[in-house]
């Protein structure tokens, strides 16, 4: 029986350079050039020469049909840690981890044992920057800060008009008058007090990225796409002249935002909501036409409902009639005023009926009957 297999085999480990992912099996293989077997000159062995070394997952991947992260993480450039599964034949390199570290070097697309993808003047693509390998968003030091943040910072959009309510010269008595004063919000400031080591960040090569930031009193969950989108919940103490944020969720969407659902949908606000709409705003109630879905709106006691058109005209149609009901007064101020009815009209009044018409009080009939 050959005694020539892993587990008997004297351990052979090794440390080296990521210089190709694009494994022909899409198997998350990664060619190695290994520090001591290999040469660094890519001409007597070129990075298309080099062995395939596959990777070892943690036990949250499963490794098999597709559950669990792909192995598809590590880039050109990185270096990592492995072993030789076949001993001392050193054909079959396994990766067992990555090695972050301080780089002191850009890389040099020429020379061996460093990413051979070039961004300019044969400088690698990676390392992107000087410095600590650990995410700047993981570190946050204040004279290393990520672009993100500055991104997050400068796209903040403030002065954000709410509706307002005011028709006061209409009225003979501007006492009587309803008004909602003119209000603005700003958006949420983006808050970063992450300390290292709590916040945990992941960041794809284009620049999406999610933090799950433990940091004492200021824990955050934050979810950012390259393009600008995001969402964030945010818990932040106060004091210091800032304001608490406990619990705080802030959506952000740089482009179009599709929502659909199958079945029901429920929503309560505690407290206030202010919507503005910079285009055109359609409801459409009732799409299936199917008997007794009413759009109903009910106002609690002591509040009104305002409605302001600033230049153009209230309309109304409804095929089946309009019904208006007030237990107090019913008061019309307009311009002029002209009332078409197709067919009849009819006036009851219980009480005292008054028309004071400064202007001369026409009435045309055929016959005109007066009672």
Known sequence: MSESFIG??????????VESRDDPLKAGRLQVRILGHHTPNKVDLPTADLQWASPVLSLTDGGISGIGNSPTWVPEGTHVMGYFRDGMDRQEPVILGVLPGIVEELGNTNVGFYDPNAITDNISKYPKRLGSDVNQLARNDSDDQHTHTTIKTQSRIRGIAVASFGVGELFPNPELSPSVAADTWDEPEYTHNSKYPFNHVMETESGHITEFDDTPDYERIHLYHRAGTSIEMINTPGGDGQQSRLGERVDKTVGDYYSSKDKNSQEIIQFHKDETVGGHYKLLVNQQGLPNQHFTIQVGAGSNINLQIDSGSLNLFATAGIQMFTAGDFNLTCA??????????????????TEN???????????????
Do not use: C, D, H, M
């Not at 026409?362 to 009672?371: A, D, E, S, T, V």
């Open 8 to 17: 008997v085999t004297q351990f052979i480990w090794f440390v080296g350079v």
């Open 336 to 353: 002029n005023y002209e009332l078409n009815a197709l067919g009849n009209k009819t006036e009851n009044v219980s009480g005292v009926y």
């Open 357 to 371: 018409v400064l202007g001369a009080n026409i009435k045309r009939g055929n016959p005109l009957k007066l009672n």
